[in-house]
């Protein structure tokens, strides 16, 4: 078994910002394949309003096409209405997010942070026996809108995460502008007030800072990394932003320091292709790309 957690959240964070429409077929072989390549927890869709959302409009349709038991299946719950749709499937884990910045907040969930925390203590009025929560917390290196975040308030909403029941919190460097010396002062103040073997960290690749970003989160004790396979994604308020963090390449990163993972790099690869196909796009993912070549897939 792995001592690091892997979560890929290339069927939801990867696809959602897409404007070409993905058939519904189509993502349900990334997500079976994406297990077949020994991914063990995946992020399959998101609950979400289809006007808001469009790409994710298939979301119980991609559900009802996949078993739920084979792998940890999560699911993203925005709000209420998102708890009571996904009722109709039965997954291991939902996860919740919040942010920050009370800008981004407006801009990205149209809605105040209070009001965002609020959204999160109705879905937990809903949540099933012993399905488990996840929280995410994004802008946590900076906010487009905002600038430089304090660590006041990062420590302000892993806190509140945390006391509504959340399981584990991903931290998110949603714009891509971390680097190795930003993780290692967040960090050293997340360890002073939390367990460090429940954050994750969630990095983009905007800035090919990524890896850096991971190995400096490892050397502080997280074991647990958010990514998306082929490095698809990104946030839609980062502009240029190149995407998310590409599992191949953190997989690779595992390797050289033989870190164990139940991966396997060329199903891996294998997994992404019809998506990049269909969309017309080739991965930023340098491991990726030299598979491609060397194996011809």
């Known amino acids: 078994m792995s001592i690091v957690k892997i979560v890929e959240v290339g069927p939801r964070d990867g696809l959602q910002n897409e404007s070409k429409i993905i058939p519904t077929d189509l993502k349900t ?3 079976n394949n994406l297990y077949k390549a020994g991914l063990e927890n995946i992020e399959v869709t998101s609950f979400v309003s289809p006007k808001a959302v469009p790409q994710m409009s298939d979301a119980d349709k991609v559900c009802s096409n996949i078993d739920l038991s084979k792998f940890n299946a999560s699911v993203l719950i ?3 209405k998102g708890i009571k749709l996904s009722k109709r499937h039965d997954f291991n884990e939902i996860c919740v997010f919040t942010t920050t910045s009370e800008a981004f907040a407006n801009k990205n969930t149209k809605c105040s942070l209070p009001e965002s925390y609020q959204r999160i203590k109705e879905i937990f009025s809903h949540i099933e026996n012993n399905q488990k929560v996840r929280g995410y917390l994004s802008t946590v290196f900076g906010c487009p809108y905002e600038g430089d975040i304090s660590i006041d308030k990062v420590l302000y ?3 509140k995460l945390f006391a509504m029941g959340c399981y584990e ?3 998110g460097d949603t714009t891509g502008i971390g680097s190795p010396d930003k993780v290692l002062k967040i960090l050293e103040k997340i360890k002073e007030h939390f ?5 994750a960290m969630h990095f983009h690749d905007t ?5 850096l970003n991971v190995h400096s989160s490892y050397e502080q004790g997280v074991r647990v990394f958010d990514s998306s396979a082929g490095g698809l994604g990104g946030c839609p308020y980062a502009k240029g932003a190149s995407g998310n963090l590409a599992t191949e390449d953190l997989c690779h990163y595992l390797n050289e320091r033989n870190i164990k993972t139940s991966i396997d790099l060329k199903k ?3 997994a992404s292709k019809e998506i990049f196909e269909f969309l017309g796009k080739s991965s930023m993912s340098k491991v990726n790309q030299y598979i491609v070549r060397s194996h011809e897939l």
């Open 29 to 31: 072989n990334f997500i």
């Open 78 to 80: 925005p709000n209420l």
């Open 157 to 159: 909403g892993v806190e």
């Open 169 to 171: 919190v991903a931290l």
């Open 195 to 199: 367990e460090i073997s429940k954050i």
């Open 207 to 211: 800035h090919g800072m990524g890896l």
């Open 268 to 270: 891996l690869v294998q």
